[in-house]
C-alpha cells in the first residue's frame, strides 16, 4: 500500500512538473534586475567605460595602450560576469530533489 501511494504522488508530481509554465529571461530577451543599486551603478560604470573605448580613435595608440585596453576590457568582463551569480534549477532537478526529499521523509 505504501509503494502505491509513493507512486501516485510521483506521477502527481511528475505531471505537475510538467504542466506549470515556466518563463525564461534569456527567451524574452530581457535582462535580470540587480538586487543592489551598487551593483546597478556599477554596472552602468562599466557600460558606459566599454562604449567609450569602442568609440576611441584606436590607430593613434601604441602597442603597450592597447594591451592596457584589452587588460581593463578583460577586467570589467570578469566584474560584470561576477555581478549576476545566481544559481538556476531545472525542471529535472527540482524533480529529484522533491523524489529524493519524499523517500528521505
Known sequence: ?????????????????????????????TKALTDSTADARMLTNIINRVTEIQQMDKSNLSTTEKRELKKELKDMKQKADGLNSRVYLSVGAIIIIILLLILIL
Request: glycine content about 4%.
Open 1 to 29: 500500500m505504501k509503494i502505491r501511494n509513493f507512486f501516485k504522488i510521483a506521477s502527481f508530481l511528475l505531471c505537475m512538473a510538467f504542466a506549470i509554465p515556466f518563463n525564461s529571461t534569456a527567451a524574452n530577451g
